[in-house]
């Protein structure tokens, strides 16, 4: 079946180190990529999206690249703070499917001061 | 209102009692949705809500679980006789275009005892 996956459960980085998440997605028609933020106790936070037109996207200290070719995703968390500290998920969609996100199991970043 | 509301917070029950859970949309957002998050795992698709469609049923996990949305707007979560396994945070999403990600509620974390 579709999934979407990520290469490492676990990331530490320095304080002020940039940080990239990977993520791999196993549907080629998926049309739609979104990543999300989760801290403790809350609930997941936008963070950054792209579409399947675009190979990359940049937003306030993130950026999103797309490789189509080879079905990964990934995040780059510039200047990293440790605020930034908590599990990144990424989703894909495809639109002929209803507008459901699939998840990826997330990957626990943590900031060293 | 200004993002989408869930309650309980938390939930506490004894195994074999039925729950529900409620969630508050964003005020117009015309799709819903329901996750479940396990601890420490990415989130699971249970149901989702499109306008007047019939509901999109495929990831609920028995006929224990069921959900409704009255007026378009809020919507129940149910589950029966409940067991240890559904321990869980289960999140509710919504959004205004089935193009674009969800905003997500801050869950409801069941505990099963």
């Known amino acids: 079946g579709e999934s979407v996956g990520l290469h490492l459960p676990t990331l530490s980085v320095q304080e002020g180190d940039n940080s990239i998440i990977n993520c791999a997605y196993s549907?080629?028609?998926?049309?739609?990529f979104i990543w999300y933020k989760q801290e403790s106790g809350k609930g997941p936070q936008f963070i950054i999206d792209?579409?399947?037109?675009?190979d990359k996207r940049q937003g306030q200290r993130v950026t999103v690249l797309l490789n189509k070719t080879v079905k990964h995703l990934s995040l780059q968390i510039a200047a990293t703070q440790p605020g930034d500290s908590a599990v990144y998920f990424c989703?894909?969609?495809?639109?002929?499917?209803?507008?459901?996100?699939?998840f990826g199991q997330g990957t626990e970043l943590s900031v060293k001061p | 209102g200004a993002g989408v509301s869930q309650s309980p917070s938390n939930k506490v029950t004894e195994k074999g009692k039925d729950v529900e859970l409620r969630c508050d949309p964003i005020s117009g957002h015309t799709a819903l949705y329901w996750y479940r998050q396990s601890l420490g795992q990415g989130l699971e698709f249970l149901i989702y809500?499109?306008?007047?469609?019939?509901?999109?049923k495929s990831g609920l996990p028995s006929d224990r679980f069921s959900a409704e949305r009255t007026g378009g707007s809020v919507s129940t979560l149910t589950i029966q006789r409940t067991q240890q396994e559904d321990s869980a945070v289960y999140l509710c999403?919504?959004?205004?275009?089935?193009?674009?990600?969800?905003?997500f509620g801050s869950g409801t974390r069941l505990t099963v005892v």
């Open positions: 989703a894909e969609k495809s639109y002929n499917q209803g507008g459901k996100l699939i």
């Open positions: 999403a919504s959004t205004l275009q089935l193009t674009d990600g969800y905003t």
């Open positions: 809500f499109q306008g007047n469609s019939a509901p999109d």
């Open positions: 549907n080629s028609a998926s049309d739609y």
């Open positions: 792209i579409r399947s037109n675009m």
